[in-house]
């Protein structure tokens, strides 16, 4: 008798698993019903996997790459070895935090012409805010985590799709 309640419970505790799915499917869907909001608070489009469950998700909004690309040049001195030059775009007012969108230039020479946008972004999205901030800093250990004393830098608050954008870089507080 004891044996056969041990092969009833051994079955029905197979049949009870192998209904269930594994821990990378549950993640997966609780991923696609997640919402992506802005910074601003806006829903962004879903764009992971199948459409998203029991979400009014906002349509997909195409970006015109081209008009939110921000160009110009960047005047500096000559980098030192091993400099890297990094391009940082965001939201006017923030100063901290992951960037809209990022370049990182090894070795760059100057002057230096630049066009950043949508298509460097970090992480897909929606179009730029309507004002941005864009900085470039020459950054002696190659390190974008880090401001050395040797760094420059250069900021500019302005429009997306921005052109004939000048920056020049100079040490902080100069």
Not at 57 to 69: F, L, N, R, W
């Amino acid at each position: 008798m004891r044996t056969l309640f041990t092969v009833a419970l051994a079955g029905a505790l197979l049949a009870a698993c192998s209904q269930r799915v594994s821990t990378e499917e549950e993640f997966a869907r609780e991923e696609r019903a997640r919402p992506i909001v802005s910074a601003e608070g806006a829903r962004l489009p879903v764009v992971v996997g199948a459409p998203a469950r029991g979400i009014d998700a906002a349509p997909a909004v195409p970006v015109d790459e081209a008009a939110q690309t921000i160009r110009g040049t960047i005047e500096g001195p000559g980098a030192p070895a091993g400099g890297v030059l990094f391009l940082f775009v965001r939201a006017a007012g923030v100063m901290g935090g992951p960037p809209l969108a990022v370049q990182r230039i090894p070795s760059p020479s100057f002057p230096r012409d630049f066009a950043i946008g949508p298509q460097d972004a970090m992480i897909a999205g929606g179009p730029f805010p309507e004002r941005v901030s864009l900085e470039a800093r020459l950054d002696l250990d190659g390190n974008a985590m880090t401001e050395g004393a040797g760094d420059l830098s250069a900021r500019a608050e302005i429009e997306p799709g921005a052109s004939g954008v000048t920056l020049t870089l100079s040490a902080p507080g100069t």
